[in-house]
């Protein structure tokens, strides 16, 4: 069964510091796809990034990136100069067969001024 | 700007009443998933459609719950009767389908049961 594992349930971070947030997935699949999502207070879901399991290359979207580990099944995001808007939970998820997507129980994540 | 709606936002019922939730898809969009978020147990999938077919409504208590989509532009999530442990915050989402179908929520209907 596919699940998905983020360990800490809190973190924070300074302003304009790097962050990063982990997350471990177990799968027996060799081609799936993995997101973060983040939720701030207004509890609208984000898509932040996404990352295609045959590719190697890391996904970068501006300021956030990850260190994609398939044989690891990890999947960590970085955040970089972390901003006061970044502040949420932030939820990694793991899509198989096109449809089904499972999410991790979330990191909440603070940035201090 | 293209985005999913769901109503009500909020809902405040009591016990052994009909709750029915609605979602909007985004238009074109031909996947539709159903969440519930609480506290102790994450994002739950409820049930998810395909060009308005259920494909998988596992996740889904099936003597209370029932989730259809009456029209491409509709999707409705029902609870009958409900239950004070039903209080949750309920996510729909669509998707375009194709390769990873990327979801779009929306901004959920928080439920609560006295």
């Known amino acids: 069964a596919q699940t998905v594992t983020q360990s800490q349930p809190e973190m924070s971070v300074q302003e304009a510091e790097t962050v990063t947030l982990s997350c471990t997935y177990d799968t027996s699949e060799s081609d799936y796809y993995l997101f973060w999502y983040k939720q701030p207070p207004s509890r609208q879901m984000i898509l932040v990034i996404r990352q295609e399991a045959y590719k190697q290359q890391n996904a970068t979207e501006n300021r956030f990136s990850v260190n994609f580990q398939k044989a690891a099944k990890s999947f960590s995001l970085k955040i970089s100069d972390s901003q006061l808007g970044d502040a949420a939970m932030y939820f990694c998820?793991?899509?198989?067969?096109?449809?089904?997507?499972?999410f991790g129980s979330g990191t909440k994540l603070n940035v201090k001024p | 700007d293209a985005r999913v709606t769901q109503t009500p936002r909020h809902k405040v019922t009591e016990m052994g009443q009909e709750v029915t939730m609605r979602c909007q898809p985004i238009l074109g969009h031909n996947t539709v998933f159903w969440y519930r978020q609480t506290m102790m147990q994450g994002l739950e999938l409820l049930a998810y459609f395909r060009n308005r077919a259920p494909l998988d409504d596992s996740g889904m208590p099936k003597d209370r719950f029932s989730a259809e989509m009456p029209d491409a532009t509709l999707a409705t999530l029902k609870i009958q009767p409900s239950e004070p442990r039903d209080s949750a915050v309920y996510f729909c989402?669509?998707?375009?389908?194709?390769?990873?179908?990327?979801?779009?929520f929306g901004p959920g209907t928080r439920l609560t049961v006295l």
């Open positions: 998820a793991y899509l198989y067969n096109f449809n089904k997507f499972y």
């Open positions: 989402a669509s998707g375009p389908g194709g390769t990873y179908n990327e979801q779009f």
